[in-house]
């Protein structure tokens, strides 16, 4: 199919380079070039003078974008998506946004003459990269069964969850659940470290129990190496926990233990991290603890 794609970070390069390898044909559009963008040109992909362009004559339009307001800015530009979506496209927004606004935004496409998909994903840059993204679904069910496809290219567990928003409402749910494992993982490795106890042991002993999970055995060990270049970027998860708990208010639902990372993130983004990997909760309470003090 022919794709405009929108949006070639740590994330969205790999997705880009995954439906390029599967036989799309990609038009990207990014403000900056980077290598990665360069990589894309070299594997065949044609570069885009803004939004617009890279809508021209697409069947489908991908965003992977940071926030709401940088995917509204790239929909309803002068020189944005709709300009340039022609009659049936299909717009998908895999970046992870407020559900309320996705609402908008597939109206606003709708109202355009297009149609529109949300697919946040979860998975990490090794997910991108591995096209094993979980997707979150959200539109009409002809649509999303149209651009299905497509989003096998990208990702292996692929759920229809809803009418547009209920993808980014899935996505919501999702970080906060990831959100608060990273922090009991953090919490208990560092406890581990401590109480002298090997944090690498930790994890293996704990493996085969109830506590095993993908964050223990992937973010563990950013955790015990201490290694925390971005497969997810801090400041995108506390980004993603504002719109869990905007969406808790909504809803007249209270999430105290969402508030409680999100303070943990806050310091650590005032610490100067905010293109850590989320596992870097873990180095804001050992360094704490190496200095003497409790983290407050």
């Known amino acids: 199919m022919r794709i405009g794609f929108i949006g070639l970070g740590v994330m969205g390069?790999?997705?880009?380079?995954?439906?390029?390898?599967?036989?799309?044909?990609?038009?990207i559009h990014r403000v900056k070039e980077t290598e990665a963008h360069q990589q894309l040109l070299a594997q065949g992909a044609t570069p885009a003078a803004s939004p617009a362009e890279a809508a021209e004559g697409a069947e489908v339009v991908i965003l992977m974008l940071p926030d709401?307001?940088?995917?509204?800015?790239?929909?309803?530009?002068?020189?944005?998506?709709?300009?340039?979506?022609?009659?049936?496209?299909?717009?998908?927004?895999?970046?992870?946004?407020?559900?309320v606004a996705t609402k908008e935004l597939a109206t606003a496409v709708e109202q355009a003459?297009?149609?529109?998909?949300?697919?946040?994903?979860?998975?990490?840059?090794?997910?991108?990269?591995?096209?094993t993204l979980t997707i979150f679904v959200g539109g009409q069910a002809a649509t999303v069964e149209q651009v299905m496809p497509i989003l096998e290219a990208m990702g292996k567990n692929i759920t229809h969850m809803g009418a547009a928003g209920a993808g980014q409402a899935t996505k919501v749910v999702n970080q906060i659940i990831v959100g608060m494992t990273i922090e009991a993982v953090a919490e208990g490795l560092a406890l581990a470290e401590a109480s002298g106890i090997d944090?690498?042991?930790?994890?293996?002993?704990?493996?085969?129990?109830?506590?095993?999970?993908?964050?223990?055995?992937?973010?563990?060990?950013?955790?015990?190496?201490?290694?925390?270049?971005?497969?997810?970027r801090l400041k995108l998860h506390r980004k993603d926990l504002r719109l869990a708990l905007d969406a808790g208010a909504h809803h007249h639902t209270p999430l105290p233990g969402t508030q409680v990372v999100a303070a943990q993130m806050d310091q650590a983004l005032q610490k100067g991290w905010a293109e850590r990997d989320h596992a870097a909760l873990f180095a804001l309470l050992t360094e704490d603890a190496d200095a003497g003090g409790q983290n407050q």
């Open 13 to 27: 390069a790999p997705m880009a380079a995954n439906l390029i390898t599967a036989g799309h044909q990609l038009s």
């Open 68 to 99: 709401t307001p940088d995917v509204e800015h790239v929909v309803r530009a002068p020189d944005g998506v709709l300009t340039g979506l022609i009659p049936g496209a299909v717009v998908v927004d895999m970046s992870s946004i407020s559900p």
């Open 113 to 131: 003459g297009g149609q529109y998909v949300d697919a946040p994903v979860s998975g990490g840059e090794i997910g991108a990269k591995e096209a």
């Open 199 to 232: 944090p690498a042991t930790v994890t293996k002993a704990l493996s085969g129990g109830f506590a095993s999970s993908k964050i223990l055995e992937v973010h563990g060990r950013r955790m015990v190496n201490r290694t925390f270049e971005p497969g997810f």
